[in-house]
């Protein structure tokens, strides 16, 4: 009785030790990660801007001042970032939509008369690696840019199925082979964004 005893005081000891110690590296790291998930999405703005001209992504110190000289951050009902170039406008947004395996959530950018999609990166998902989860390549998201929107409100940008052979119609992209319901669902949000957030975006940012 006494061995079992202590076994269970010795195991609940351990526990809670382990419980503590890890309960205070995570007080100590929550502003490290705090800062590099803020990176994280900066970089993600300055992505779908097309700010930086690198080959290779930007440093933590060209993110932080592209971000601070080039972006503005407009607060509302939607929060918006916005650019100029060239005397125009483009908008930035979150959006998010139902993935496979959770929610997807992504920074979309329009120009300024929302006609044409300019940039667009998945900020978090929890799509199949090798499967879904290839919407992070860049050779998909650089589909989107300078994408047609639609005039058709029920369908603004199509996903489609199949190899781009050059002749594929405006407003629509190929879908990943083999990823059929995460190619819907960004179907689905970006629809989302183009029907639903961005006249809402248009009044915050003006």
Not at 42 to 58: C, H, M, N
Not at 80 to 92: L, N, P, Q, S
């Amino acid at each position: 009785m006494s061995e079992k005893l202590y076994s269970v005081l010795f195991t609940f000891i351990l526990t809670t030790v382990f419980v503590l110690c890890l309960a205070g590296i995570n007080a100590l790291a929550s502003g490290t990660i705090e800062r590099n998930e803020r990176l994280e999405f900066q970089r993600s703005l300055i992505y779908v801007f097309q700010l930086w001209e690198g080959a290779d992504s930007p440093p933590d110190e060209e993110v932080q001042k592209l971000y601070s000289s080039r972006i503005k951050e407009v607060e509302g009902a939607q929060t918006v970032y916005v650019v100029e170039k060239d005397g125009t406008r483009e908008f930035a947004f979150a959006v998010q939509s139902a993935g496979l395996w959770g929610t997807i959530t992504a920074l979309v950018a329009v120009d300024e008369s929302g006609s044409r999609i300019t940039g667009i990166d998945f900020v978090s998902h929890s799509e199949t690696p090798g499967l879904g989860g290839r919407i992070d390549e860049e050779s998909f998201k650089e589909q989107f840019r300078g994408e047609l929107i639609s005039s058709d409100p029920s369908a603004r940008v199509a996903v489609v199925s199949g190899q781009d052979t050059g002749s594929r119609d405006d407003s629509k992209v190929d879908a990943i082979t083999g990823a059929t319901r995460t190619s819907e669902s960004i179907q689905v949000l970006l629809n989302k964004a183009v029907n639903t957030v961005f006249p809402v975006v248009l009044e915050v940012a003006d």
